[in-house]
């Protein structure tokens, strides 16, 4: 009796929070709909359009604020000038830079997302921004993109799962996220103009779910378009991505924000979607004209066609309803927090988010970790052992309050080891759309570092890329797949004076690993941010155990990469027009199907112990469209220290009407497990996420059959394998 009361009245206040969340809604667009009625058409107009590199105007007249932008979506950058690109020369606009998403994407951890939003969420509330230009969930197509570190990998599922609790996160603060760049933006190369081409299947199954999941499941407020074209339209104003997916299949109630510069058409901007428009008058880049912010395309040119007739009234009322509702939102919520500035708590989340999501890839003969009582010689080299990492890259660029380098994270965890360090390799300085050549000798620099190798113990080279142009920074892509600065050469001559060497590789890429059979150990640390040494130094020396996993695939050579086996069609273009002939098999599911050996996996990552699954199960052996698949499986740690390992769940379905992927990630569940301690784990897969994009009815299908769903701790080693019904 007392449980059904208490269902009973928990029914009644589920009722009641629903019911004040309706009035609260209803209050809001009430407010909305009088405000409206009291602005004039100019000051509608200018609404939707920016004042400064980073602002739209309010309306003073009536009280209405500002909105202020800011880059992220690892930090928040600096105050950038009114109407350049100069850097404000604040002394109050530091930050905590976070690792770069592609590490958060590889700690396989929604919650620490989570964790990771509400803190930058913080520091962007007490910076008094309104939208974080961020996050990215753009797929990782080809290792050669530059920008790929700062999206969340080459899986839509896995983008899904991270994104949602990011913009949760974010958005507690009264801070919109804002997720980009919507949509197919996979390339720097020609991304201003080039015009990709794809299948539905494609664009519905691959390129789609991550931005279907934050609009649907994160309720996220802003929606930033992309530069490129979709079959012969622009992102920011494409009739198809914004006014039938985005804001008519989707149901959006916010607000659609250009890149900088991506508005090229009034009318368009008008009919298809667009409220925000942002760097129109300049270049995107560098320069702009005086009063530039009167003559984009949704100010003077738009305010003519409606006082014309041309273009409904409703249509600019629409844009301002959904300005005014992301006010209500951000900074028009007296309820909102007042944030937090840069602080020991943010800097512990950069910390554990970057040592969760570094990867172990290779360790042999238990090479770490490193003992940090052993006196010893240990060479570090390597320009990137010092190399800033949080300066450049484009619109990622941060201030960090502090940087600590790989060098400074490994001299103050090894005390009792002799730190000897060479550079051994050098670039030019990070600076946006130009190479610089470096001013130092190479052959010098190599020479010093052979040196330096032979008295060592140990040595780890921490090479990779940076955040210069043509490596991992915005404005175009890699020129190569290998490591630049002659890091190859150096590292064979450094094998050849002391075997006992590990790379530490610090990118937001898959290279070429042409040495890889012949050193000792690799670990794959990406961008972490202000914390960068210190996670390093956690992980070499056993104070935390790696757990991270792969979130895309490394092939042995570029060829191997799907975009990279059709042609330049394919990658980058002619030009013009891109093709994705790979069509719905990217990443993984290219290398998987066509049976080509990557040479890590997708979701692989070494740990300091072992773990074995004893046994997996599902709840049923038959399911029908709309059940749930429970799925359970029993692991246990059979090593001698405490640990994390990421079950993985991909679904095949052996008999399909259409080609499909041999394996597609399906759920996935992080468990901690100490010494000889053994878990059940259990995950959930909604039967209605086996269906496939039907390009035929424009809609998903469920095929009747057997689907197998195998367990996994990458995508190329399967543990074990359930068969299930689906009628």
């Known amino acids: 009796m007392k449980k059904i009361l208490f269902t009973s009245l928990l029914f009644v206040l589920l009722g009641v929070s629903q019911l004040f969340a309706q009035v609260e809604t209803k209050s809001i667009d009430n407010k909305i709909e009088e405000i409206i009625k009291q602005l004039t058409l100019k000051e509608k107009v200018a609404m939707c359009h920016a004042q400064s590199k980073f602002s739209t105007p309010g309306v003073p007249r009536l009280g209405i604020p500002e909105i202020w932008m800011s880059d992220g979506p690892h930090g928040v950058r600096a105050e950038i000038a009114w109407d350049t690109w100069d ?75 991270l994104v949602v609790p990011y913009i949760k996160g974010v958005q507690e603060n009264g801070v919109a996220a804002c997720v980009k760049h919507y949509a197919l933006n996979n390339q720097e190369h020609w991304r201003n103009h080039i015009n990709v081409e794809l299948s539905d299947r494609a664009l519905y199954e691959i390129y789609l779910p991550a931005f279907k999941a934050a609009v649907l499941e994160g309720e996220v407020w802003s929606i930033m378009g992309a530069y490129n074209k979709i079959r012969g339209q622009f992102c920011c104003h494409n009739e198809l991505m914004v006014n039938k997916i ?28 667009l409220d925000i428009e942002m760097g129109t008058g300049t270049d995107g880049l560098t320069t702009s004209s005086k009063n530039a912010y009167d003559n984009y395309f949704l100010a003077n040119p738009f305010l003519k066609m409606l006082k014309s007739g041309e273009i409904e009234m409703s249509v600019l009322d629409d844009k301002v309803r959904r300005i005014l509702r992301l006010m ?154 290998a490591l630049p600065f002659g890091q190859d050469d150096l590292l064979n001559e450094i ?32 961008y972490l941010g202000s914390e960068a040494g210190h996670a390093i130094a956690d992980i070499l020396s ?18 191997d990469n799907a975009a990279h086996s059709f042609g330049e069609i394919s990658y980058p273009g002619d030009g013009t027009n891109q093709e994705y002939k790979e069509d719905i098999l990217v990443g993984y599911r290219w290398h998987d199907t066509k049976n080509i050996k990557p040479l890590y996996a997708f979701g692989y990552g070494l740990s300091y112990t072992s773990f074995k699954v004893l046994s997996a199960k599902t709840d049923k052996s038959t399911y029908k469209k709309g059940d749930v698949i429970k799925v359970s499986c029993e692991i246990k740690n059979i090593g001698k220290s405490s640990g994390a390992e990421v079950i993985q769940v991909y679904a095949n379905d052996v008999e399909a009407s259409v080609l499909r992927p041999l394996k597609e990630l399906k759920a996935f569940n992080k468990v901690m497990l100490n010494p000889e301690e053994t878990k059940i784990v259990t995950m ?23 689907f197998k769903l195998m367990l996994g701790v990458s995508s190329q080693e399967i543990k074990k394998t359930i068969v299930v019904e689906i009628e």
Not at 691 to 701: C, I, L, R, V
Request: aromatic share 10%; with cysteine; net charge neutral.
């Open 87 to 161: 850097h404000a020369g604040w002394t109050n606009d530091s930050c905590t830079a976070f690792p770069a998403l592609t590490c958060l994407a590889a700690t396989f951890n929604p919650s620490l997302s989570y964790k990771y939003g509400k803190a930058i969420g913080e520091e962007a509330r007490y910076r008094k921004k309104d939208i974080l230009l961020g996050p990215g969930v753009n797929i990782y197509r080809t290792p050669l993109n530059g920008r790929n570190f700062e999206y969340m990998g080459e899986d839509p599922y896995l983008a899904s799962k």
């Open 246 to 273: 985005l804001k008519g299949d989707w149901a959006f109630d916010g607000v659609l924000v250009t890149d900088w510069g991506a508005t090229h058409d009034t009318k368009e901007a008008a009919l298809y979607g």
């Open 328 to 481: 209500m939102r951000t900074t028009m919520d007296s309820t909102r927090s007042f944030g937090k500035m840069t602080n020991q708590q943010h800097f512990d989340v950069a910390r554990e988010v970057a040592a969760e999501g570094i990867v172990l890839l290779k360790n042999d003969k238990g090479f770490f970790p490193i003992d940090p009582a052993k006196k010893q010689t240990i060479a570090v080299i390597g320009e990137n052992a010092t190399r800033s990492m949080t300066v450049g890259g484009g619109s990622s660029e941060l201030k960090a309050k502090h940087e600590i380098s790989p060098l400074s994270g490994i001299q103050k965890r090894f005390k009792n080891a002799r730190i000897i360090h060479a550079m051994g390799y050098s670039s030019g300085a990070s600076v946006y759309g130009q190479v610089l050549p470096t001013k130092l000798n190479a052959d010098s620099l190599k020479r010093a570092a052979i040196e330096v190798a032979a008295e060592a113990d140990i040595v780890l080279f921490v090479g990779g890329l940076n955040k210069s142009h043509h490596q991992d920074c915005e404005g175009d892509d890699r020129k190569q797949f």
């Open 495 to 526: 094998l050849k004076v002391n075997k006992n060497t590990a790379v530490i590789m610090v990118s937001g890429n898959a290279v070429e690993m042409p040495w890889v059979s012949k050193v000792k150990a690799i670990v794959q640390t990406w």
């Open 542 to 559: 056993g104070d935390v155990n790696p757990s991270g996993k792969l979130p895309f695939s490394f092939p042995v050579k570029l060829e």
């Open 684 to 706: 959930e897969i909604p039967v209605n996420e086996l269906a496939f994009f039907d390009d035929s009815m424009m809609d998903w299908k469920l095929e009747a059959g057997q």
